[in-house]
């Protein structure tokens, strides 16, 4: 395993952590300082389905259209400061010199003529698409047919030498056993395919993105697990939602987060992916910047703990929006407004000095809505980044530990009567457990018989971790 | 920080799901989908308890007394059918139908070995995700749910090539055809499919779905049929089974998935 592990947490209790605050803060772009005493709105969007066309018609929309609407906005709010986030499209990871190249640099280009009118700190992350196949293989020279882990290693350097202030990813390794596992309910499945496949993928590939941001002076930001805990996360959905239960993916995200950690012991330096989830445990273990989704991204997904995930940000984002029009303007724009005022609360309550009763009002509204919000209440994604670093030597060892610290503090609340439970969730709480507790103890015993059960898991072939 | 333990939930949220649970329980309503014939009843309870470990031993058991068709028809979809009852009902979740179709799946092919050639099925389906798409997992879900119901499926796998769509739609005469798309950007293959496929004289129904995908993008283009989770897939088939087109299966969608159709 990788060699930087964290050999303590970086808080020295839970409750010394809060939104606006990172250990490690980070002043990068137009101005822009991260995790510096104040909560920035990180804002995100899609294109409309038509304008991939072309890389004129792409620019158009991205540049003249998205990025110009955005900082008009930033604007005409007063809001000090923005991080604008490109999480890039098919079409710009597949051609990055044709697609990519030409909206990088229009980007920045906008970005730096509002920066020297208004002074406003900026700064644009842009987040690689992967589109690596696990059939034709996520390691370069294994995908003939595309080359695609060439072309995303292509891409992430073009945007980090034409305007990129921070480069990220949300990368898929091991996500084909976890799509598979996740729809059979098999937590041991999900923790080989995530917590050790995922662990291994990003120790192969997270070395490299910081030797590109390095080489280019610029922040290699962090990763998420949106392949796997979010899509378990979706797929628990809300109260009217049947697809698993939710006590199975609060599970996963708990594993999700030793595997998310990997990109810090390679060298990213935050901030990580807003759509992990997992952000707090691995805040917790890490100290870096931390910017999260919830309430202010409902324009993109549902999700089950809107207050309580703002409780440690250091930026707010909307996750994603597409570009169209709305009675407040674009889209982008009312979606800034929304995140943007909430990062403007967030900082008053500092100025205050009543953030930490602000982050406990967050965390009180939604703490018992789900498991998975339960275990992400910053006091318990603590003690689940414990877990992890007590278990540090071993990918599969911390990644267990987490998702089964997750499981016994769900059964603990459960017990006491204040998280309740439906019977199905109880139900694949008390499988998750058994399951858990009967794995083996050394990581090789594990993977053997792991790499046996899944061999048959369609698209899964060791080679791609060099297994 | 404050002591979580003191704030009641009762007053912040109403768990919906849990006043909703079902008092019913499962073998009741699994019980008028199971044969009498206590060796074909063994056949359906594995696939109904999802044995797919051990399912193999009860229908190699089965084949000794009964031809592979009726261990098939009456043993292994008969489980089926209790588990798709369960999970229309919200009793059983996805891993219940997933678990029990990789065990009837497991079944199903021990009897077509004795058979000596496939089954008979009600019609082929074609599956992909968008050229540019690698995310499948909504596809691979709507598969299951369609072999469930007595579909077989033809899977094109993630990241198909248009052309390729068209080709394989072109020879093959489907059923039905099916694409799922995440983003927005990706979505934009299925009108350009639609219409080389009508240049081709095909018209086969085209069910779309995914994240980025809704009713109306779908309906903007010849072919398309919208579906809006995996689970919609068999109600929309099976009247393309009874000989709707493409157009009448759209006009009536509404009444297709409330079931009044």
Redesign the interface.
Known sequence: MSVNEFKKMAYSSADEMVFGESKHPKHYGLGLKVGAGFVVPEINFAPRPGTEKTPESLVREYVDYITKDVLERAITLGFPAIQIENEHIFQMVNDPEKFEKPVVIGQKEIMQEYHDEYGIACAIRHTIADPRLHEEGLRLGMDTKHTYPEKMMRAFEVAASNGADVISIESVGGKEVADHAVVRQDIKGWLFGIGYLGSLDMEWLWPQIVDIANKNNIVPGGDTNCAGANTAMFMAGGYMDRDIPRTFAAVTRAIAAARTLVAYECGATGPDKDCGYEGPIVKAISGFPSSQEGKGAQCAHCDMMGNLIAQTCDLWSNESVEYHPEFGGSSVQCWLGVIGYEAALMNASKQLKSEKTLRDIYVASDRFRSPEAFILSFDNAYKIGQAIVENNGSYYLRAKAAGLKAAELIEESSNEGKLKLSAQEKDALDRILLDLRSLPSEEGKFVDWALKEYADVPAFNPKNYEL | ??D??N?S?DA??T????IA?SKEKPETIAEKHLPKDPILRKVAEDVLHMKYKTIEENVSAALKDNIPEDVIEKGLLKGMDAVSEL?NR?IY???HV??SA?AMDRGIKLAEEALGAGRRTKGEIIMHAAE???H??GK??AAVLLKSNGYSVLDM???VAVDDVVDKVTERKPLVVTGTAL??????AFPRIAEKLQINGVETPFICAGGAVNRE?VESYPLGIYADKAANGPNLVNKALDGWDWKKIRDKWDGILSGSE
């Open positions: 920080m404050l979580f333990d704030i939930s912040l949220l768990r919906y799901d849990i649970e999970y919200g979740y996805l891993p997933m678990v990789d540019g798409d690698p499948d997992i691979n879900i796998g993630k990241d983003m927005t950007t990706t979505m934009s993008y």
